[in-house]
C-alpha cells in the first residue's frame, strides 16, 4: 500500500493549516491544498464562500502526476526542475508550486483573483510551510509495538463482536 511521503500532525499540521487559511485570507483564493508527491492531500483549506470544492482526492492525484510528468520535461530541457505550474481556463486558474523535495501548494481561483497577488504572497507562505516540513525531518516515526496492536484488536473485538 503506498503511504504519503510526509506525517502531519499536531502542531506543526495546526501552523501549516494556518498559512494556508492566512493565504486564502489575504488572496481571495478559494481552495488551498498541501499535497505530497504521491498524491496524498497533507492539509487542506477553503473560503467559507466558496462553492462546494472539487474532489480533493482526485485533484491531488492529478496535482502530483502532473508535477512530475512536469519534472521529466524539465529534464528533457535540460532543466533541473520548473518550480510552478500555471493552468489558466476562462473562469479558474489552478496554481502549484513546489515547497521543498516532497509537496506541493495548490490553490485554485477564480478570475477575479490577479495572479501575480497569488504568487508574491504564496512564495512567502511556501518559504514557512517548508520550514516547518524541514522540521519534521528530524522528528523519529511513530513505533507502534506489539502492544498496541494487541490492544487495539481487542477494542475491535469488543466493539465489533
Not at 524541514?134 to 463482536?161: M, Y
Amino acid at each position: 500500500m503506498i503511504e504519503p511521503s510526509l506525517a502531519l500532525y499536531g502542531d506543526a499540521f495546526e501552523r501549516v493549516d494556518d498559512l494556508i487559511q492566512e493565504l486564502l485570507d489575504t488572496t481571495g483564493v478559494r481552495y488551498g491544498l498541501l499535497v505530497d508527491r504521491k498524491g496524498f492531500v497533507l492539509s487542506h483549506k477553503e473560503a467559507l464562500w466558496a462553492p462546494r470544492p472539487p474532489a480533493l482526492d482526485s485533484v491531488a492525484t492529478l496535482v502530483a502526476s502532473n508535477a512530475a510528468a512536469t519534472a521529466a520535461l524539465a529534464n528533457m530541457l535540460g532543466e533541473r526542475t520548473f518550480s510552478e505550474q500555471i493552468h489558466q481556463g476562462e473562469n479558474g486558474t489552478l496554481y502549484v508550486e513546489s515547497v521543498g523535495t516532497d509537496s506541493l501548494l495548490t490553490l485554485i481561483f477564480d478570475a477575479s483573483v490577479p495572479l501575480g497577488k497569488v504568487k508574491v504572497y504564496a512564495k512567502k507562505s511556501i518559504s514557512q510551510i517548508a520550514a516547518i516540513l524541514d522540521e519534521l525531518k528530524d522528528i523519529p516515526p511513530v513505533q507502534l509495538g506489539e502492544d498496541f496492536s494487541a490492544g487495539a484488536t481487542s477494542l475491535l473485538d469488543d466493539l465489533l463482536g
